[in-house]
């Protein structure tokens, strides 16, 4: 099963309290570890990065969800390219605000 790296950027649409971003790395990492998606997501001045690792059609369904989730807009692909190891293994969805 072919390994799949995509990333991209976005502006935040919620105010990313802690509250709000502990209950969508919960649920995201919930969702991860059982998919096999490994990541990390960076937020900073409003944006976000976020990088997926995974089985592809596993990365593409999920980006798609998150590409569409009201709580961020001008989501914007960085990159969508085979990968032969994963960079985040390690982490479900590591998180640095
Ligand atoms: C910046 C950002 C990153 C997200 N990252 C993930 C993620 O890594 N995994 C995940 O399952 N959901 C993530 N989500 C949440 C999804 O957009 C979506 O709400 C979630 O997959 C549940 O979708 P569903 O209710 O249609 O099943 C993220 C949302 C945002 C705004």
Redesign the pocket.
């Known amino acids: 099963m072919p390994l799949h790296h995509l990333s991209y950027q976005?502006t935040a649409l919620l105010s990313v309290s802690d509250t709000v971003m502990q209950d969508?790395l919960a649920?995201?990492r919930t969702?991860?570890t059982a998919h096999e998606?490994s990541?990390m997501?960076l937020y900073r001045d409003g944006q976000?990065v976020?990088v997926?690792e995974g089985e592809e059609s596993v990365v593409r369904a999920?980006y798609e969800?998150?590409r569409r989730?009201p709580?961020?807009t001008d989501v914007v692909k960085l990159a969508d390219e085979p990968l032969t190891q994963r960079k985040f293994g390690a982490w479900a969805?590591a998180y640095r605000p």
């Open positions: 976005s969508l649920k995201s969702y991860n998606v990541g997501l976000f976020q997926l999920l969800k998150i989730d709580r961020h969805m």
